[in-house]
């Protein structure tokens, strides 16, 4: 029972609608919440003996995060560059072994919610006094750990998912 050292998965990526919602504590410094619809992946294992590896399961995950923002440029420029930094907690649902996997012998699919950091680089572009385009990349540390079971025995692999987030927004100031 446990982790099999040299294991580990790998997850497909997918495409979300995001939301962020920054309110500014002072000229430079905002408060910032990212939240998205519900991120669908494979996971596939690797490492495992035999012919294990492929195809494990699927599951969804939301990954909200708050930060702290800082914008280094005067509140009234038209170009506003930032850099940021939080934390995530990504909670994991919904997960389901796949028909290879089970066909293989396993039974069942658990996977671990996720606490993690989060950083972010952007600008924001000012179309009008309210209407701004926004671009930004950001990582968020999303590490869970897969439980299921082969042959009666527990077996546990650990998950990155770790994605590199890219959004382009229209948003609106008040």
């Known amino acids: 029972t446990g982790k099999l050292p040299g294991t580990s998965a790998g997850v497909n990526s997918d495409t979300q609608i ?10 430079h410094v905002g408060l910032e919440y990212l939240a998205a619809t519900p991120f669908k992946h494979d996971a596939y294992a ?4 035999g012919d294990l590896d492929g195809h494990l399961g ?4 939301l990954p909200p995060t708050v930060s ?13 560059p930032y850099v940021g930094a939080g934390i995530n907690y990504t909670y994991i649902f919904e997960t ?16 671990d919610n996720s606490i993690g950091w989060a950083v972010e680089a952007g600008v924001d572009y000012m179309l009008t006094d309210t209407l701004i385009l926004n671009a ?36 609106y100031k008040y």
């Open 18 to 27: 995001g939301l962020n919602y920054l309110y500014m504590l002072t000229d």
């Open 46 to 49: 690797r490492g495992l003996p």
């Open 58 to 61: 699927t599951f969804k995950q």
């Open 68 to 80: 702290l923002v800082y914008f280094p440029l005067s509140p009234y420029s038209t170009v506003q």
């Open 96 to 111: 389901k072994l796949g028909n290879s996997a089970e066909s293989k012998g396993f039974k069942g699919l658990d996977m």
């Open 136 to 171: 930004q990349v950001r990582y968020i540390d999303i590490n869970t750990t897969a439980t299921t079971h082969l042959n009666g025995t527990k077996v546990s692999v650990d998950v990155d998912v770790d994605p590199m987030v890219y959004m382009v927004s229209l948003g």
